[in-house]
């Protein structure tokens, strides 16, 4: 398989690489981002780019690209509403469009959040944007298309938040995450179960197109080999 990510320079984008570069079936990683990340791997190749949508140029790079995650996200705090749309509906649906006339027979994974309204009546500004990018995706006539709705996330492996505030959260909460998650571990998820997750889609797909976290969890607890008990045991993001 050949991988293409968007947004790997964040949390959950750092794990999606990570994986990505660690599955014996992944022959090439893509990422996409403005700034060269200081990451070196056979497999691995990085389009630098200030403008995400500038993809043309690579079409012979993209054209058998089997997946895309798209990783990029950001929270509405702080966010005027139209800064927030611009940004996850504007800019996710201009490059899953880019993708689409590229390559229509790859599967396009978006991660969004838990909330997000699909009916995009809710009246929270952030769940209706949300609900309104997953929809419009959905439309898309992507090979196939996935979207993750994950909640709490726990960083592994040293992937950490851009957002110094989301930082400061995990810290907080990092010791009472393997309490939350014998509480709940349908919700309690990490970067490295989200990256085998995206990769069970392309492998395996789903009976369902919406995975909220517990069924993220599923996901890879029917996958081979894959144990998700394990990723508690794996070293935390340090800030």
Known sequence: MKILIFGASGMVGQG?????????DVTEVIIVVRKELD???????QIVSDDLL??????????????C???????????????????????????ANKLFAINER????????????????????????RGQTENAIL?????NSFILRPGLIQPLHGACAR??????????????????????????????????AMLGLLRRGASVRVLESSGI?????????????????AAPCVT
Not at 217 to 233: F, I
Request: a positive charge; proline letters at 4%.
């Open 16 to 24: 999606a690489v990570r994986e990505s570069l660690l599955a014996s």
């Open 39 to 45: 990451l070196s791997h056979p497999k691995l190749r």
């Open 54 to 67: 500038d993809l043309n140029q690579h079409r012979a790079q993209l054209k058998d690209v089997s997946g």
């Open 69 to 95: 995650f798209f990783c990029i996200g950001a929270s509405s705090s702080g966010m005027s509403a139209d800064a927030y749309r611009k940004l996850t509906h504007g800019l996710t649906l201009a490059v």
């Open 106 to 129: 790859m599967v396009f994974v978006y991660v969004s959040s838990a909330g997000a309204d699909s009916t995009e009546r809710n009246g929270r500004m952030w769940a209706r944007v």
């Open 139 to 143: 439309r898309l006539r992507f090979a």
């Open 163 to 196: 957002t110094r505030s989301y930082r400061v959260l995990y810290r907080i909460l990092a010791p009472v995450l393997p309490l939350l998650r014998w509480l709940a571990p349908g919700i309690v998820l990490s970067t490295q179960l989200l990256g085998e």
């Open 217 to 233: 969890r599923a996901l890879v607890q029917q996958s081979p080999g894959m144990n998700p008990a394990q990723h508690d045991r």
